[in-house]
């Protein structure tokens, strides 16, 4: 089964969401089994697991050989390799940052969202500087405003907005927060 277009994309997702076909296929994974082995790894009888293993086998996941299921690694190696990528880092997000630290930007980010947060106090430190960048210098924001302006990143946008304070990039009092470091994008 390829897993090129959309369509081949959604019937290899189809097939994989049925958790007993899962299962099969985790446990042919690890060595190959038989029908009655695989019943009795998943407490299930003979007949449900030859309706579970079928549509693996035709969709070329899996193949019998003598009486036992093994994974064909080669298949599932391909179908994944065509399965798409990460969305790249929106380009909007390298404004007003250095070029070395597009990198990054570029990891951290799948579109304009925030998909991981970084371990790294350096790398923590240019995704914050860039998250800063998307509040006005002078301007007083209501923590409301702090919050609709993240939730575009993360929905976690408390942490975020705690790091852009505790790293002095913001800054808040009386109910209003307002931009205290970073840079100005030119």
């Not at 296929?25 to 293993?53: F, I, M, N």
């Amino acid at each position: 089964m390829g897993a090129g277009t959309d369509e081949e994309r959604s019937d290899l997702l189809r097939l994989l969401l049925n958790p007993r076909r899962l299962a099969v296929l985790g446990l042919v994974a690890t060595r190959p089994r038989s029908a009655d082995e695989l019943a009795g790894d998943l407490g299930v009888r003979r007949q449900q697991v030859l309706r579970a293993v079928a549509p693996l086998v035709t969709a070329g996941l899996v193949r019998r050989r003598g009486d036992r299921y093994e994974l064909v690694e080669d298949a599932v190696v391909a179908a994944a390799r065509e399965l798409p990528g990460p969305e790249p880092a929106d380009p909007y997000l390298f404004r007003g940052m250095l070029p070395e630290e597009h990198e990054v930007i570029a990891r951290f980010f799948e579109g304009r969202r925030l998909v991981e947060w970084p371990m790294t106090l350096s790398k923590r430190l240019v995704v914050l500087e860039r998250l800063a960048l998307e509040f006005e210098p002078g301007r007083r924001y209501a923590e409301a405003e702090v919050n609709d302006v993240l939730r575009v990143f993360s929905d976690d946008y408390t942490t975020l907005r705690r790091a852009l304070i505790d790293e002095g990039l913001l800054d808040r009092a009386g109910g209003e927060y307002w931009r205290s470091g970073g840079r100005i994008a030119g």
